[in-house]
C-alpha cells in the first residue's frame, strides 16, 4: 500500500464499469455503490468520502479524460464490475491500465475488487491475452456476485420494488456484500492504524461532536440476525415495509425505509461502541427465554443515543395458530407475533399489526428527533 494519508482521497473507492451492464441488470453497479456508501462508514463508526461512480461513453475508441485519471488517482481502491458489457469497453481497459500505471502488481492485490457479474464473463476476460498481461496473477480473486442457478446472470440487490422509496436488501446479496464491506474496512482500518497523524474520517466513538454523513430521509431499523430464521427474512420484512407504508400514508410524507437481514449480529454486540445511526431495533424470540430475551435487551439498550433513543420490538416466529410466546412484553419491549410457515412465508397476526404499527411511529418520532437538534 501507499505511504498516502487515507484522509488524502477524495473517494473511498473508484468504480469501473460498463453503463450499459447497470442499464440492463437494474442497476446493479449503481445500487452497489449506493449500499457501498451507506454501510462502511456505519460499520466503521466514520464520516468516509463516497465512492466514485463513473460510467462510461458509449464509445469504444479515445482515451479516458485527465479528469478522470485524476479521479482514479484520488481513490483509495477500485471495484471492476464485469459482464458481456464490460468486455466490450476500451474505456474501462484503459481505466484498469491507468490503476495499474500507479500501483503496479502489489495494487491488484491491496486495491483492487474485482466483482463478476457473470461467470462466463469473467471466464471469456481471464482468457483474453491483453487481461492476461494487464493481471499479473493467475490466482487473482474474483469476488462471485452471479446467480447459482443462473451464472450469467447477477444476484439481485433488493427483494421488494425499491422504486416506490423501498429498500429491502435481499439475503443472496447481502451474504456476498458483507464479505467485501469487511475487508475493505479492514483494509482501512490498517491504514488508519499507521497514521501519525489523526484522520480527516476520525471514528465516532472517539470523537462524539462529529456527525455521521447520512441521507437525511433514510431510516434505518436493525433486526437481528438469527441463523436459523434468516428464511424468514424477506417476508417478515415486507410485511414491516407494509406497516410503514401505512404510517406515513395518514401522514402524507414518505420518508425512505431501510432494512438490514444482518443488521444486528448479536455475538458482535460487545464489540460495537453505540449504533447511533439506528432508528429502531428488533430482536427475534427465536429458543430464548424471557430472561434470555431481557439479558439482551440490557445489552443493546445502552448503545442506543437518548433520551429519545430507538425503539425496540421482539418478533416471534410462530410454528403454529397455537404457538404462543411465553410474554406479551420483555422489559417494555412488545412482542409482535408473525405466523410462520415452511416455505419462508411469515405474517403479522391481525391481532398484534397495531402493535407493529405504534413500533413504526415510535421509529418515525426517533427519526424527526434525530434529524432536528434544535427541537430536542
Sequence with gaps: MSERLFASYRYSAFISYASDDDAAWNSFVSCFTDELNLALGSRLHMSLPQAHLSGDDP????????????????????????????????????????????????????????????????????????????????????????????????????????????????????NRFVDVREHLADRIKAVLATEQVASAFPLAAALREVPLAEDASLVRVYIENNAEQNKYWNSMSRQIVESWDRVVAVLKIEPRFYLRPTGLPMNEIDNRPMLDDADGVVLLWGAKTPDSLAAQIRKVEPKLSGPNYAPGMIAYLMDGPNDLPAATSVTNWNVVRFLAVPDGSASVLLEDAPALEVFLNNVLVRKRWRLNPSER
Design 59 to 174: 464509445l469504444t475508441t479515445g482515451s479516458i479524460s485527465d479528469e478522470l485519471r485524476k479521479n482514479i488517482a484520488d481513490s483509495f481502491v477500485m471495484f471492476v464490475f464485469v459482464h458481456d458489457s464490460y468486455l466490450l469497453s476500451g474505456y474501462c481497459r484503459q481505466e484498469l491500465e491507468h490503476f495499474a500505471s500507479l500501483y503496479g502488481p502489489a495494487g491488484f492485490r491491496d486495491r483492487l475488487y474485482l466483482i463478476a457479474m457473470s461467470e462466463p464473463a469473467m471466464n471469456r476476460l481471464m482468457a483474453r491475452e491483453d487481461w492476461k498481461r494487464l493481471c499479473p496473477f493467475s490466482d487473482q480473486v474474483w469476488l462471485k456476485f452471479f446467480r447459482d442457478d443462473r451464472r450469467d446472470r447477477p444476484v439481485e440487490i433488493y427483494a421488494s420494488n425499491a422504486r416506490n422509496k423501498r429498500a429491502v436488501v435481499a439475503e443472496a446479496f447481502w
